[in-house]
């Protein structure tokens, strides 16, 4: 539907016309997307880290990230926080967002910008943890996605590219607190606070 809806503007504000095999073809993609995505598979599971928060390997930084929405604002709030393997916070990030995005994109732009972060700080081997499975799922069986999702976690992979190491891991929430704290806040606040 939403297809439709963009060629239907399309060619009302820019008489741009796509014909109904493109349109066709493109759904197509998208059911076939879901469909892999939904299916039963014989990949591993993701890791499941352990309650409360572990600290890394010595070497490794963890960066553990969140995504918090309010529907009374209509914004996210990322969080992000990146410790050492003696738990000591190198740095923490709360970040609002306001855009029109599933809760999975959301969470897949805080991994996104965690890793980002952790590339700039400078570190080579790291450990992302998220809470939420359905990213953590998707990265680790290194499937490969056309949708709006697909495109964020092609970003995460670019980046985590450029480190000698790195890997993800699902954790519960309360081995993610922190990181959800920090989404919470940012969503009292206009500008990102580090």
């Keep these: 539907m939403w297809r439709l809806w963009f060629r239907r503007n399309k060619w009302k504000h820019e008489k741009q016309w796509f014909d109904d095999d493109a349109c066709i073809g493109w759904a197509r993609q998208h059911l076939s997307d879901f469909q892999r995505?939904?299916?039963?598979?014989?990949?591993?599971p993701a890791k499941i880290a352990p309650k409360p928060w572990e600290?890394?390997?010595?070497?490794?930084?963890?960066?553990?990230t969140d995504a918090a929405w309010c529907s009374r604002k209509k914004?996210?709030?990322?969080?992000?926080?990146?410790?050492?393997?003696?738990?000591?916070?190198?740095r923490s990030v709360a970040t609002p967002?306001?855009?029109?995005v599933?809760?999975?994109v959301a969470e897949g732009w805080a991994l996104e910008q965690g890793a980002t972060l952790a590339r700039q700080m400078g570190f080579s081997a790291v450990t992302l943890e998220s809470d939420c499975l359905e990213v953590i799922k998707t990265l680790v069986q290194q499937t490969s996605f056309k949708s709006e999702l697909g495109h964020v976690l092609d970003g995460i992979t670019d980046v985590c590219n450029s480190?000698?190491?790195?890997?993800?891991?699902?954790?519960?929430?309360?081995?993610?607190?922190?990181?959800?704290?920090?989404a919470k806040f940012a969503?009292?606040?206009?500008?990102?606070?580090t």
Excluded at 82 to 89: A, Q, T
């Design 37 to 44: 995505f939904h299916s039963k598979t014989n990949h591993p």
């Design 55 to 64: 600290a890394p390997v010595l070497g490794t930084v963890k960066v553990n």
């Design 75 to 90: 914004k996210f709030g990322l969080g992000i926080v990146i410790r050492d393997s003696l738990g000591s916070v190198l």
């Design 97 to 100: 967002v306001s855009a029109p």
């Design 102 to 104: 599933t809760v999975a």
């Design 163 to 182: 480190f000698d190491e790195h890997n993800f891991l699902y954790t519960p929430r309360s081995g993610n607190q922190v990181a959800h704290n920090l």
């Design 187 to 193: 969503l009292s606040i206009d500008y990102e606070q």
